[in-house]
């Protein structure tokens, strides 16, 4: 079963619009995290936001919002007033395992690819 | 600034040929990764280790195999490279104990088979 699911394979939005992209996941352990990255077409992963499953407020980085729903497993990714460099792959990710073990793996989704029209 | 190095962007072997690719960090990084991805797919683990010499086995370990014989460089190895092996790799390193800005990734690896 999928553990990372991200069903818009797809996305588009206008410049200075807003967007939310999807991200669903499945775990029974009581910590994790959960990341997105953005892969331009370059193909560096540029690490963009993270929530802890015990943070208490969504996570923020400057444009970036994280919609964390715990009880719905979901962990949306915003981005508000796009920017055409914002066009490219977005990827959900989930860490297994307990922070302080060497066992910490990431798991990914299939990506979303945006893109950002003028 | 922090560094995950892979040897080679892009990459063209024969099917059957050995294939070594090459991760280096710079940041004394506990854990590395190798993952492959393609379209639609996604990232899949392929291989990690959490320290010298110790590695585990991800999603998709068949047909691979992995080196880790100094902690700074961790090693992708292609046995037998075969057609299906064309693809996009990318390595990763993180260190115990961190939270969210604990994995690097390199620029990518795009190896083709032919």
């Known amino acids: 079963a999928q553990k990372i699911t991200q069903t818009q394979p797809g996305m588009f939005v206008q410049e200075k619009e807003a967007v939310t992209l999807d991200c669903t996941y499945d775990t029974s352990d009581p910590s994790y995290g959960l990341f997105w990255y953005k892969q331009p077409s370059s193909g560096e992963m540029i690490f963009l936001i993270y929530?802890?499953?015990?943070?208490?407020q969504n996570a923020t980085e400057g444009r970036y919002s994280l919609n964390f729903q715990k009880a719905r497993k979901s962990a949306n990714l915003v981005i508000s007033a796009s920017q055409l460099g914002d066009s490219a792959m977005y990827f959900c990710a989930m860490r297994e395992g307990q922070v302080n073990t060497g066992f910490q793996k990431l798991v990914f989704g299939t990506g979303t690819r945006l893109l950002v029209s003028p | 600034d922090v560094k995950v190095t892979q040897s080679s962007r892009y990459l063209v072997k024969r099917t059957g040929e050995k294939v070594f690719l090459e991760c280096v960090q710079d940041m004394d990084h506990e854990n590395m990764f190798w993952y492959r991805q393609d379209p639609g797919l996604g990232l899949r683990l392929i291989y990690f280790?959490?320290?010298?010499?110790?590695?585990e086995k991800g999603d998709i370990p068949e047909g691979y195999s992995v080196s880790r014989e100094k902690k700074e460089r961790f090693s992708l190895i292609l046995e037998s490279a075969s057609t299906n092996q064309t693809s996009m790799y990318l390595c990763?390193?993180?260190?115990?104990?961190?939270?969210?800005?604990?994995?690097?990734f390199g620029s990518g690896t795009r190896l083709t088979v032919v």
């Open positions: 990763a390193s993180s260190t115990t104990g961190a939270r969210e800005y604990g994995y690097t």
């Open positions: 929530q802890g499953s015990y943070d208490q």
């Open positions: 280790s959490y320290d010298v010499k110790m590695k």
